[in-house]
C-alpha cells in the first residue's frame, strides 16, 4: 500500500509541475476550503444527494466601485458510481469597468484505497469570459487614448476553460492539488491562465465537543505565490471558528490580510461570515473585506457514505 500511494504522489506532483504558468488573477475567496468545486474538481464531496453553496465577497469596502464577487457551487454525489458531478459558477466583478465570469461542469471519480483513504481525479470544463469597458475608466492623462497606449472601446472575450485535480482523503486528513484554466497559457485584461494550487488539512480530536483543524494552502503564478494559514476550532461540528493568515514570504513574512471567521450548522443550512483585515503598509491600498456564504444540503440516509468528510 505504501508504494502504490508513494508511486501516485509522484505522478500527481509531476503533472502539476509540468504544467506550471504565469500571474494571478483567480477569485481568492477565505472561505473557500468549505466548497473546493470552483478550484478543485476532485474537490466533489460524498454528499449522499445534494448540496449547493452560494458565496459573496465584497472587496475594499470603504472604497467607491470596489469589487465584489460571487461563487455559486451545485454538487452531488452518487456513491453506487463513485462519482461526483457538479456546477460551478464563479463571477468577478473588478470595480467600474472590468467583469469576469466562469461557469463550468465538473465531474469526480473516486478510488477506494482502504476502508477510509479515498482518491479522487477530478476535472472541469466550462467557459471563461472577459468585459472591460474603457470608456468607463478616467484618466490622469488622456493623451494615453489617443497615442494607443490605452484602448478606447469595449472589449469582450470568450474562451474554452478546463481545470484537472486531484484529493487523498480520510476522515482525518485532506491533500490537494489542482491546475485551473489549462487551455490559457497567457494572462490578458480578459483572461485567467493557468494557476496551480496545493493544500492540506488536519483535524485533531480535542474531546467529545471539540476539534481542531489547522491548514495549509500555497497558489502559484509564475512569479506570484500565495500563502494561506489557516487553524479552525469546531464545537461539536455545529459552530466554528478560525483565523487565517496569509503571510508575505518574500518580505520576511511581512503585512498581508488577516481574516477572522465565524458559522454555525443548523437543520441543513450552513451559513459562515469572514471579515478581512489588512495592515502594514498594504492597509491603505487593499482596505478590509467582508465574506458571507450560505449552503444548504440534502441528504439521502439510504445511500449516505459510510464517513463524511469534515469541511
Given at each position: 500500500?505504501?508504494?502504490?500511494m508513494?508511486?501516485?504522489?509522484?505522478?500527481v506532483?509531476?503533472?502539476f509541475?509540468a504544467?506550471s504558468?504565469?500571474?494571478?488573477?483567480d477569485?481568492?475567496?477565505?472561505q473557500?476550503?468549505?466548497?473546493r468545486v470552483?478550484?478543485?474538481?476532485?474537490?466533489?464531496?460524498n454528499?449522499a444527494?445534494?448540496?449547493?453553496?452560494?458565496?459573496?465577497?465584497?472587496?475594499?469596502?470603504?472604497m467607491?466601485?470596489?469589487?465584489?464577487?460571487?461563487?455559486?457551487n451545485?454538487?452531488?454525489?452518487r456513491d453506487?458510481?463513485?462519482?461526483?458531478?457538479?456546477?460551478?459558477m464563479?463571477?468577478?466583478n473588478?470595480?467600474?469597468?472590468?467583469?469576469?465570469?466562469n461557469?463550468?461542469?465538473a465531474?469526480?471519480y473516486?478510488f477506494?484505497?482502504n476502508?477510509?483513504?479515498?482518491l479522487?481525479?477530478g476535472?472541469?470544463?466550462?467557459?471563461q469570459?472577459?468585459?472591460?469597458?474603457a470608456a468607463k475608466?478616467?484618466?490622469?492623462?488622456?493623451s494615453e487614448?489617443s497615442?494607443?497606449?490605452f484602448?478606447?472601446?469595449?472589449?469582450t472575450?470568450?474562451?474554452?476553460?478546463?481545470?484537472?485535480?486531484?484529493?487523498?482523503v480520510?476522515?482525518?486528513?485532506?491533500v490537494?492539488?489542482?491546475?485551473t484554466?489549462?487551455?490559457?497559457?497567457?494572462s490578458?485584461?480578459l483572461m485567467?491562465?493557468r494557476?496551480?494550487?496545493v493544500?492540506?488539512r488536519?483535524?485533531f480530536n480535542?474531546?467529545?465537543?471539540?476539534?481542531?483543524?489547522?491548514?495549509?494552502s500555497?497558489?502559484?503564478?509564475?512569479?506570484?505565490?500565495?500563502?494561506?494559514?489557516?487553524?479552525?476550532g469546531?464545537?461539536n461540528r455545529l459552530?466554528?471558528g478560525?483565523?487565517?493568515?496569509?503571510?508575505?514570504?518574500?518580505?520576511?513574512?511581512?503585512?498581508?490580510?488577516?481574516?477572522?471567521?465565524a458559522?454555525l450548522?443548523?437543520?441543513n443550512?450552513?451559513?459562515?461570515?469572514?471579515?478581512?483585515?489588512n495592515f502594514?503598509?498594504?492597509?491603505?491600498y487593499?482596505?478590509?473585506a467582508?465574506?458571507?456564504?450560505?449552503?444548504?444540503s440534502?441528504?439521502?440516509?439510504?445511500t449516505a457514505?459510510?464517513?463524511e468528510?469534515f469541511e
Open positions: 500500500m505504501y508504494f502504490v508513494k508511486k501516485i504522489l509522484i505522478f506532483s509531476a503533472l509541475m504544467l504558468a504565469a500571474a494571478q488573477q477569485l481568492m475567496l477565505t473557500q476550503f468549505f466548497s470552483n478550484k478543485n474538481p476532485a474537490g466533489i464531496g454528499i444527494d445534494l448540496d449547493v453553496f452560494l458565496l459573496g465577497r465584497y472587496q475594499w469596502a470603504s467607491d466601485d470596489s469589487p465584489k464577487s460571487g461563487v455559486l451545485v454538487q452531488t454525489f453506487n458510481l463513485h462519482s461526483g458531478f457538479a456546477v460551478s464563479a463571477y468577478d473588478l470595480g467600474v469597468a472590468k467583469q469576469m465570469f461557469p463550468k461542469l465531474y469526480a473516486q477506494n484505497l476502508d477510509e483513504l479515498v479522487s481525479l476535472l472541469a470544463a466550462g467557459l469570459y472577459g468585459y472591460f469597458d475608466y478616467t484618466l490622469e492623462d488622456e487614448r497615442d494607443g497606449d484602448p478606447d472601446d469595449k472589449q472575450k470568450f474562451s474554452p476553460d478546463f481545470d484537472f485535480g486531484a484529493e487523498i480520510s476522515p482525518q486528513f485532506l490537494g492539488a489542482s491546475v484554466h489549462l487551455a490559457q497559457n497567457e490578458t485584461t485567467n491562465s494557476h496551480i494550487y493544500y492540506g488536519y483535524l480535542i474531546n467529545e465537543h471539540f476539534d481542531v483543524a489547522p491548514m495549509v500555497w497558489m502559484n503564478k509564475e512569479k506570484v505565490n500565495v500563502t494561506e494559514l489557516n487553524v479552525t469546531f464545537y459552530f466554528w478560525g483565523l487565517t493568515w496569509h503571510p508575505d514570504l518574500v518580505d520576511g513574512l511581512g503585512s498581508n490580510p488577516v481574516a477572522v471567521s458559522g450548522e443548523f437543520l443550512f450552513r451559513i459562515g461570515y469572514t471579515f478581512d483585515y502594514g503598509k498594504v492597509a491603505k487593499a482596505g478590509n467582508h465574506e458571507l456564504y450560505i449552503s444548504y440534502v441528504r439521502n440516509k439510504q457514505p459510510d464517513y468528510r
